[in-house]
């Protein structure tokens, strides 16, 4: 495993660093970084940022908003939030497996004398609360999991900026996102700062090794990362994208994730169609919609459309049923 470390606080550049690292450092099967963001929301991949957050609360207080490559649910980062990734090369990426890449947290809060547990489909939580969240994306053979650790996060703004769907906070069982998150500070024994914490979770990772191995990033490297930067991860078109025009809204949330459809129809012809949700999968979403304009918006015509389609690809733990009945 290869360490890079990174002290870049822009979350615009963390994700292009991400992104950066996972396409072009290929020499190395396993990639390990740790980052800390300013005050931003990151939001998945397939998400409709627009329904995702307080606009007006994200202006007033300068909060960024960025997309990142993987799927799940928006986040809230701040100096209190520590991100890990891990890039790995993989020859089973057919499935998101989430609790094998997450035991790592759950071993060095064991050594802090805290108690954590992977729960559900994603998250990491103490005595029921979540602190962690994780997310995948996966590529020709490879893994970039990284996961969302709240250590000092102000859940104050954090509840604030996130507007958080209402069927999600059902199904969760609770009554906001406020009250179902914690801060691993408040459950640790003695008084320790996010960093080092991040010195901790760096050492578990390396455990048993004499030093760790660290990759420096080289002038050509940090600009491409930000030519990346520049041309992705801090543009408009990149972070919000424009919402289509639509005369049919489906949506529909299964254990796996919500999954959201707004679709063009036209004299019984789909000319557009724009899918939206927290699922996880692989592939560009894009490649998806496409099949489907100019199809008649018939129940026989979208099966046919489905059976072409690796449905457990691009929407894990989804069926072709569930997801026809998000269309029609």
Known sequence: MIYIKNDDNRPQFNLALEQYVF????????????????????????????????????????????????????????????????ISKSKETSAFNFEAFSQPVIEVLAKLGVKAEFSGRNDITIDGKKFCGNAQYMKKGKVLHHGAMLFDTNLEVLGKALKVSKDKIESKGVKSVRSRVTNIKDHLKEDITVEDFKQLLLEHMFKGNKEIEEYKLTEEDYANINKLMEERYATWEWNFGSSPDFNIEKSRRFPSGKVETKIDVHEGIIKGIKIYGDFFGGGEISDVENKFIGIKYREDEISKVLDNIDIGYYFSGISKYDIMSCII
């Open 23 to 86: 396409d072009s450092l290929d020499q190395f099967d396993e990639i390990f970084l740790l980052w800390i963001n300013e005050p931003s929301i990151i939001v998945g991949k397939n998400q409709n940022t627009i329904q995702e957050i307080n606009l007006d609360y994200i202006k007033e207080n300068n909060i960024n908003v960025v997309r990142r490559l993987s799927g799940g649910g928006a986040v809230y980062h701040d100096y209190g939030n520590l991100n890990y990734t891990i």
